[in-house]
Nanobody, 125 residues
């Protein structure tokens, strides 16, 4: 059974940093494109960032460019989301998601068929 497990969420003050992790089990993460999405209260889930299978390609939502960085360590079956200069509007449940296939720029959530349970990130002002 393929599973994704997120960790690293928490409460941080505005301007602070967090690093989220997404660990895959059940298949080598090197076969998967991995994305991060987030959902704030009362809002639709939105794309945050994605990374190709070998880590050579990545995309970011405009709202997080320059502050968030996605990376991966396939030896550890783990993808990371380094979050710097956090803002209150970054408060959301963050989900990692995966699909097996070729990287597609800014692929929507419908392309992803494996999802984690989410981790809460709260940024206080």
């Amino acid at each position: 059974q393929v599973q994704l497990v997120e960790s690293g969420g928490g409460l941080v003050q505005a301007g602070g940093s967090l690093r989220l992790s997404c660990e895959a089990s059940g298949l080598p993460s090197s076969r998967c494109v991995i994305g991060w999405f987030r959902q704030a209260p009362g809002k639709d889930r939105e794309f945050v960032a994605a990374i190709s299978r070998r880590g050579s390609l990545s995309d970011y939502a405009d709202s997080v460019k320059g502050r968030l960085t996605i990376s991966r360590d396939n030896a550890k079956n783990t993808v990371y989301l380094q979050m710097n200069a956090l803002k209150p509007e970054d408060t959301a449940v963050y989900y990692c998601a995966a699909y097996v296939g070729i990287y597609a720029t800014m692929a929507g959530e419908g392309r992803y068929d494996i999802w984690g349970q989410g981790t809460q990130v709260t940024v206080s002002s």
